[in-house]
């Protein structure tokens, strides 16, 4: 059973990087057709997709979100990682990490939440 679970700081000041990462147990980043992808949900709104790293390591991102989103991923420790830059307090949000396989998310994290704020 493919598992996955986000961490990160919870609290993050305006302007500075978040920077969260998701641990895969079950099954491996770099299967054929899979993806991690980053979602993120703020309060009171829907989900919002933010990107996403391939098996390959070919990346995708937000078009809105682009400028400020680096993900990464480290294939040893099947993991990969957000960065997302210069935060602002819209960007509090509950954060979630998910797999792609069969052309849909089966497997999602727990979600961890990010409050931007001073």
């Known amino acids: 059973q493919v598992q996955l679970q986000e961490s990160g700081p919870g609290l993050v000041k305006p302007s500075q990087t978040l920077s969260l990462t998701c641990t895969v147990s079950?099954?491996?980043?770099?299967?054929?057709?899979?993806?991690c992808a980053w979602i993120r949900q703020p309060p009171g709104k829907g989900l919002e997709w933010i990107g996403r790293?391939?098996?390959?390591?070919?990346?995708a991102y937000s078009p809105s979100l682009r400028s400020r989103t680096s993900i990464s991923r480290n294939t040893s420790k099947n993991q990969c990682t957000l960065q997302l830059s210069s935060v602002k307090p819209e960007d509090t949000a509950l954060y979630y990490c998910?797999?792609?396989?069969?052309?849909?998310?089966?497997?999602w994290g727990q979600g961890t939440p990010v409050t931007v704020s001073s």
């Open positions: 079950g099954g491996s980043i770099t299967t054929t057709g899979t993806h």
């Open positions: 998910a797999r792609y396989e069969d052309l849909r998310y089966p497997y």
């Open positions: 790293i391939n098996y390959e390591g070919i990346l």
